[in-house]
C-alpha cells in the first residue's frame, strides 16, 4: 500500500512540474521553461564557444480569428502552428508559447546567423500550407525577429529575448508574414 501511495504521489508530482512548465493548450514550453533554457544555452555558449539563436514569433492578424471565428477556433489554430513550428525546427532546439499568439524557438550551437535565418524561412515555409477549420481553409501568416549569439559575444538571456522581440515588431512593420535580424 505504501508503495502505491508513493508511486501516486511522484506521478502527481511530475504531473504539476510539467503543468508548471508547459503551455496547457500546445504542450510546449512555457515562457518560464524557455528562458531557463535560454539561460543555460547562454552560459554553454560562453563556455564552449557555439552559436546560438533566439527566434521570436507573432502571428499576424490572430485576434481576427479570434473575434470571428471563436476561441475554440483559435486554439485549434494555435495547436497546429505548434505542431508544424515543431516539424520545422530540430529535435534539439526548444518551441515555446508565451501566451496569446507569441511563439519563441532556442537554436543551440549554430554555426551563423544563415543557419538561424533559414530556419526562420523553414518555419514561414510551414505556414504556407492551408488549415482546414471546420469547413473554412485559414492561412496563417507570421512574422518573427531573430537574435544570434556567434563568438564571444556577451548577451545574457533576457537580453536575447527582447532582441527577437524588437526583430519581429520591425518585420511585423515592414509589411508581415516575413523575418528580420536584429
Do not use: W
Not at 524557455?34 to 499576424?60: C, K, N, P, Q, T
Not at 520545422?88 to 519563441?104: H, K, L, N
Amino acid at each position: 500500500l505504501n508503495c502505491r501511495d508513493i508511486s501516486e504521489r511522484k506521478a502527481f508530482e511530475e504531473q504539476l512540474t510539467h503543468q508548471a512548465f508547459h503551455d496547457p493548450v500546445t504542450n510546449l514550453a512555457n515562457r518560464a521553461l524557455f528562458a531557463e533554457r535560454v539561460r543555460h544555452a547562454v552560459a554553454r555558449s560562453r563556455r564552449e564557444d557555439a552559436g546560438l539563436a533566439v527566434i521570436f514569433m507573432d502571428l499576424d492578424d490572430f485576434k481576427t480569428i479570434n473575434d470571428s471565428l471563436g476561441h475554440a477556433a483559435g486554439d485549434e489554430v494555435l495547436m497546429e502552428v505548434a505542431k508544424r513550428l515543431a516539424t520545422s525546427i530540430r529535435s534539439s532546439d526548444t518551441a515555446a508559447r508565451f501566451g496569446g499568439d507569441e511563439f519563441a524557438v532556442l537554436l543551440e550551437d549554430i554555426e551563423s546567423a544563415q543557419e538561424a535565418a533559414d530556419t526562420a524561412e523553414r518555419i514561414l515555409e510551414s505556414l504556407t500550407a492551408p488549415l482546414r477549420l471546420d469547413q473554412k481553409e485559414l492561412v496563417v501568416r507570421s512574422s518573427l525577429g531573430i537574435s544570434v549569439v556567434e563568438g564571444d559575444v556577451a548577451a545574457d538571456a533576457d537580453e536575447l529575448i527582447r532582441n527577437a522581440d524588437a526583430a519581429m515588431y520591425i518585420a511585423k512593420r515592414d509589411g508581415k508574414g516575413g523575418y528580420r535580424l536584429f
